[in-house]
């Protein structure tokens, strides 16, 4: 798990490529990976797993959250409705003393 304040590397998709090419076509083991580029053996293992699995090694799939998770916009929060329901309410009563 990430730590606050953390700050992630960002590789080029040239290099994430040169080092796909050397593991798959070349047949280079990650030891030997991981010393020459000086990247993490996780990550290198994280690249091949999209790889194997057909997704895009260039997205990044983190979710960047903090804090209190973001409202969906289509959702209508409380204190608007009870804002549109007492506005209702009063027109109701403004109707029954009319008649």
Known sequence: MAK???????YTPELKIEILKKHFEELVPL???TKEYGISRKTIEN???K?????DIFVDNRQF???RPKKNPD???YKERYEILKKFQDFIIARREKK
């Open 75 to 77: 959702e209508i929060d």
């Open 4 to 10: 606050k304040g953390q700050k992630f590397n960002k």
């Open 47 to 49: 690249w091949i797993t």
């Open 31 to 33: 030891s030997a990976l």
């Open 65 to 67: 959250s903090s804090g």
């Open 51 to 55: 790889k194997n699995k057909g997704k």
